[in-house]
C-alpha cells in the first residue's frame, strides 16, 4: 500500500510492499527534467531514494540470479545518470544485513559512493565468515578518459568456506591496482598484491608479492606477470577487439573442418595472430605454491610459445621434477613446430636413473593430416631397451572416429605381434564402439578385440580376449603398474543396452605371482551391472587350481559419502592371496579362511 503523487516532471511515492514474511518500505523522489522535444533529460534527471527491506525475496525482482532473502537498506541522491559525465553528482548508501546467494549467505556489508566534478569514490566494508576487508575506489572521470585507483586491504578470506580448497585454508594480502583507458582502444592496467599471508591448519605461509603490467592498444597487446621467480610475458599484435575477432575466426574456421570432416591446416593458420608467450616458473612463488597445494609440485617449468599466420604455431613446453599423485616424473618434453604446410608434434616424458619409483623413457611423435593425426608412441626400459612401440591413425569419417594399426607389426612387452590388416576401433557419434583387432605373436600369445554389431538391441557389445597373454612381459614396460607375472587367458565381455549395462569377465592366471608374492593358478568369473537406482552390483567367484574358494556379492553406492553392503563367503580360501598387498610383506599368512563375512557402511568412515 502507499500512494503515488505527480506535479509536472515531478513524481514522489511512498510505499510499504509485504511478501509473505517479508516487508520493504520505498519512499522515492523524481524530477525527471525534459528537453524541447519532450524526452527525459537524464543528464539532468534528479532523484532521490531511500528504501528499507526485511526478508524480502530478491528473486522475484531479480528472476535470472540466484538470489534469495534479503535484509537490508538504501539511501541514493543525484543527478544525472552518465557517470562519465563531470555534471554527475552522486551519493549513496547501501547496507547489506543478510542476502542468500546460492547456497552463500553473506551479512554485514557496507557500501558507500560519491561521485561529483569528475571524482569518484566508493568503498565497501566487508566482515563475514567469508570475507573481512575494505575495497576502495577513487577515479577521475570524463567522456574521454577514465584514471582510476582500487585499494584492497583484504585481512581476511575463508577459501575453505567458499570452496576454492578441499581443506581449511585463509588468506589475507593487500593489493592495489592503476587503471588508465581512453574509453576506446587504450587500456592500461597495472596492478600489485603484497604482505600475502596463507593461513592452514599446519603453518603460516608468507609468498612473495604478485605485479601485474597489462596493456592494450589498437596494434598491440601485452602482458607481463611477475610473483617471485614466476615470470610470464606475452605480446601479441593487434588490439583486443582485433585478437577476439581473430580468436571468433579461429573457432568458427575449426568448427567448420570438424563438420566437414576435414583439416585445413592453411586456412587455420591463417587466422592465427602475430604472438608470443613465454612462461618460466620455480618453486619459489604464490602460484606455484597454491598449485603444490592442490597435489601437483614440480621443480621448474618452462614455456615459449609463438603464432603467426606466416610461420603457425612453434613452441616448446618443459617441466622439471614432476610429482602428482605419488608419481615422480624427472623430464617432460612437449613439441610443437609448423614445418610447410603441416603441424607436427612430440613430446616425451623420462625418468633417470636415480627415480626412486620407475626408470623409464616414453616418447611420442605425430602429425595433423587432412582427416586426422597419426602417432607413433614408445616406451623404453632402464636399460634403454624398446619395451612398446605401437603406429596409430586417428582419422574422422562420416560417423564418428576410426582408430587403427599403420603399423602392423607393434611390439608390446618386448615381443612383437601381427596385426590384421583391417584392423580398427571405431567410436560413433552415437558413442557405439564397433572393433575389430586381433593381435598374435610368434608364440601364440594374443589380443582380440571385436564387437557384435549385428545385435542392433545393444548400444555397445563388445569382447575383449587374452590367450597366453604373459602379464610380466607386458606390464612389466608400463611405468607404474605393479610388479605382476602369470599367464593369463579368458575374456572381458560388455554389453549396453538403453536400459542396462552388464559386465562379465571369466578370467585365469597360471602362476600368478603379486609383488613378489606366489599365489598359484587363479581364476575369476565376475559379472558387474549398474542399477538404476545409482547403485552397483557386483556378483563374483574365486578360484583356485579349478576350485571354487570365494564368492562375493554385494552393492555400492560411490555418491557422496558413499555406501557398502557386501557378502564374502570363504570356503577353503589360501590366506597367502593377501601376501602381495601388505607393503613391503610385513606380515605374511598361512592357511586357510572358512566362513562368511558381511561388510556394511559408508565408504567414508
Known sequence: RGN????GPRYATRLAITEGRGRMKVDAKIDAKTRKDGSIDMNRLAYQAKIQAHNIQAKHFLPKQDLHSFTGSLEAKGVGTDFLSPRTRLQAKAQVNQIQYGKYKLDHVLAVAHVANGKVHADIDSKNQYLTGLVSLDALTNSKKLEATLVADVRDVNLYSLEVTKAPMRLSLCGHMDIRSDLKDSHDI???MSDITVRTAEKNYRPVGVDADVFTRR???HAVIDCGDFH???DVHGGYKQLMSRFAGLQKELAHQLRNHHIDQVKIRSQFPFGHVYLTTGKDNFISRFIAYCGYDFKTVDMKMTMSPVTGVNGYLNIDSLVASGMQLDTIRALVKTEGDT????ARVQNNKHNPQYVFRAQVEGELQEKGSNIDARIYDANGKLGVRVGLAAMMQENGIKVSLTDTHP??????????????LMLGRDMRISAKLQLESSKGMGVRIYSNDGNEDALQDITIGMTRFDLDKVLSVIPYMPDVSGIMNGDFHVVQTKEALSVSSNLSVDNLVYENCPMGNVGSEFVYMPMSDGTHAVDGILKYNGEDVATIKGTYQSEGEGYLDATVGMDKLPLHFINGFVPDQLVGLEGCGEGSLTIKGSLSK
Do not use: E
Request: aromatic fraction near 12%; glycine fraction near 4%.
Open 343 to 346: 603441424i607436427r608434434y612430440a
Open 190 to 192: 597495472m596492478a600489485s
Open 4 to 7: 503515488i503523487q505527480a506535479d
Open 232 to 234: 610470464l610475458n606475452m
Open 411 to 424: 611390439i608390446l612387452g618386448y615381443k612383437k605381434f601381427t596385426a590384421n590388416d583391417d584392423n580398427y
Open 219 to 221: 596494434d598491440t597487446t
